[in-house]
C-alpha cells in the first residue's frame, strides 16, 4: 500500500508573505546585470561580494534611496502578515506557533554579541574578523569572577524568567510545544565552579603528593614515582594522613559550594556524580595452570626470570623434581575446584539468585550445566588453552611449543590422553542422568551445531 503524502500545511491554509530584502540586496540586484555586463567573466558571488563593498561606500543621501525602498516593502510586509495571521490563526498552523519568550544567551555569547556591537559602532574602519577576535581576546583575559558576576549568572536568572514564560504560554496553547532548555556549556559550568569555590577533589595519598609536586614544578611523572616509592611506607603513611584531613575539609568545601546553587543545578551535579561512579565488581577468581610445566614458569617468574630462560631450566629438571610440580598443580585444582562448588552452592563469594528472579529467554537449561567439558583436540591446544600465557601472541605460544623437548610435549599428550578417558566416563555418566525430555532436547541441540558447524 502507497504511503500517504502528507502536503505542506503553508500550501493547505495559504502562502505565507515573504521578508523584504535588506537596502543592499535591493542595490545588489539592481546593478548586477550591468555590472556583470562589463565583467562577463566575473561570477556570481564575486559581483555580489564587489558590489556590496560598493553599497557600503555610498554616501548617507545616496544609500537613502535603497534604505526608502526598503522600508516601505517592510510595511506592506508587515500589513500582509497581520492579514495571514488573522485568517490562518497559530493554533491551526502548529509549524508557526511561538511565544514571546526569547531564548537567552550563555555568557559568552551574550558578552561577545554584546561587546561586538559597541566596537562597531565605535570603530567602523576595522573589519569584522579583526573586531572578532579582539572581542575573543578581551573574554580570554577577563577574570573568572567577573565572567560569572556580569555574564554566566545573568544567563541563569534569565534561564529561569524563560521557563516561566514557555510555561505560562504553554498552558493558555496547549498544542504548543516546549522548546529545549537552555543549559549551561561546559565552560560556563567551569566558570560557575570555578567562582562559587568548588573544591578539586582528592583521590588518595598519591594524587596529594603529585599536586605538591606540580607546584613544585616537577612534571615528569616517572621522577614523581620514583620520588613516592623512595619514601617508602612511613613517608607514604604521611601523604596518606594529609588525605584523611583533605577529605574531611572536601566534604565540608563541596556542601557550602552546593549551598549556592539552584535546585535544578544541584540536582544536575548530583546526577553528574552519580554517574561518574563507576560500580562495584566482585573479583574473579583465577583458573589454575594447566600443566606442572606452568607451575614452574609462574614460580620463576615471579623470582624476576623470563619465559625463555625458566623454559630452558625446566628441561634441565629431572623426572622425580617435575612429578613435585605436578603434585601441587594437583592440589591447586583441587581448591579451585571446592570454591568453585562452594560458590554454585550459594557458600562462597556470590550471593545467591533471587527464588523470584525470571530466567533470561537465552540462558541454557539448568541440567546443561552438569555436562562436561570436552578437552582440547591435541597437545599443543592444551598447551595454549592456559590462564598463564593468556597475553601471549600465538606466534610466541609456537615459539615455545617448538622449544620443548619431546619429553615435555609427551606429558602434555599424556595429560590430554587421561583428560579425554575422563570425559567419555563423565559424559555417559551425564547422558544417563537426563530424563525422555532432556535427552530430545540435548541431542537436538548437537544436531543443530553440527549444520552450522
Known amino acids: 500500500m502507497p504511503k500517504k503524502i502528507v502536503q505542506d500545511p503553508l500550501k493547505q491554509i495559504g502562502t505565507k508573505p515573504r521578508k523584504p530584502l535588506p537596502a543592499s540586496f535591493i542595490y545588489i540586484n539592481k546593478n548586477r546585470k550591468k555590472y556583470m555586463k562589463k565583467h562577463p567573466g566575473s561570477s556570481v558571488t564575486a559581483v555580489g561580494q564587489i558590489l556590496a563593498k560598493k553599497f557600503h561606500s555610498l ?106 514564560q514557555e510555561q505560562e504560554y504553554k498552558k493558555s496553547h496547549p498544542s504548543y510545544t516546549l522548546k529545549l532548555k537552555p543549559q549551561l556549556t561546559p565552560a560556563d559550568i567551569k566558570i560557575r565552579d570555578e567562582a562559587l569555590g568548588r573544591p578539586p577533589k582528592v583521590m588518595n595519598g598519591y594524587v596529594l603528593f603529585r599536586r605538591d609536586q606540580a607546584e613544585q614544578h616537577v612534571v615528569d611523572n616517572a621522577s614523581i614515582l620514583r620520588t613516592w616509592k623512595e619514601l617508602g611506607k612511613e613517608g607514604q603513611e604521611k601523604w596518606n594522613a594529609k588525605f584523611a584531613k583533605a577529605k574531611a575539609e572536601y566534604t565540608v568545601a563541596f556542601d557550602k559550594f552546593m549551598s549556592k546553587l539552584s535546585p535544578e543545578d544541584r540536582a544536575a551535579v548530583e546526577e553528574e556524580r552519580s554517574s561518574s561512579r563507576r560500580p562495584h565488581k566482585e573479583p574473579t577468581r583465577r583458573k589454575p595452570p594447566a600443566t606442572a610445566y606452568q607451575v614452574f614458569v609462574g614460580e620463576q617468574v615471579k623470582e624476576g626470570k623470563s619465559f625463555s630462560d625458566a623454559g630452558v631450566e625446566w628441561r634441565t629438571l629431572t623426572v622425580e623434581d617435575k612429578m613435585v610440580y605436578q603434585q601441587k598443580l594437583n592440589e591447586l585444582v583441587e581448591i579451585f575446584e571446592e570454591e568453585e562448588r562452594a560458590n554454585n552452592s550459594g557458600e562462597g563469594l556470590s550471593e545467591p539468585k533471587e527464588a523470584n528472579s525470571k530466567p533470561r529467554s537465552n540462558s541454557r537449561p539448568a541440567w546443561l550445566k552438569d555436562e562436561p567439558r570436552k578437552p582440547p583436540k591435541d597437545a599443543f591446544h592444551l598447551f595454549i588453552s592456559q590462564g598463564l600465557l593468556k597475553k601471549q601472541k600465538m606466534s610466541e605460544f609456537a615459539s615455545e611449543w617448538t622449544m620443548m623437548t619431546d619429553w615435555d610435549k609427551r606429558i602434555y599428550q599424556e595429560n590430554l590422553f587421561d583428560m579425554e578417558e575422563d570425559y567419555k566416563i563423565k559424559q555417559q555418566q551425564f547422558l544417563e542422568s537426563l530424563t525422555k525430555e532432556q535427552r530430545a532436547e540435548y541431542d537436538e541441540r548437537i544436531s543443530r551445531k553440527k549444520k552450522v558447524s
Open 59 to 164: 554616501s548617507e543621501n545616496k544609500k537613502k534611496k535603497y534604505v526608502d525602498l526598503h522600508q516601505s516593502a517592510l510595511e506592506q510586509y508587515n500589513a500582509e502578515m497581520g492579514e495571514f495571521w488573522a485568517k490562518n490563526p497559530q493554533e491551526t498552523m502548529g509549524r508557526w506557533k511561538r511565544s514571546n519568550a526569547v531564548v537567552p544567551l550563555c555568557g559568552h555569547d551574550f558578552f561577545f554579541q554584546k561587546r561586538l556591537m559597541k566596537l562597531q559602532a565605535e570603530d567602523s574602519a576595522t573589519p569584522l574578523p579583526s573586531l572578532k577576535k579582539r572581542v575573543e581576546k578581551e573574554w580570554r583575559e577577563m577574570s573568572v569572577h567577573k565572567k560569572w558576576k556580569k555574564y554566566t549568572s545573568k544567563f541563569m536568572n534569565n534561564r529561569h524568567e524563560y521557563e516561566k
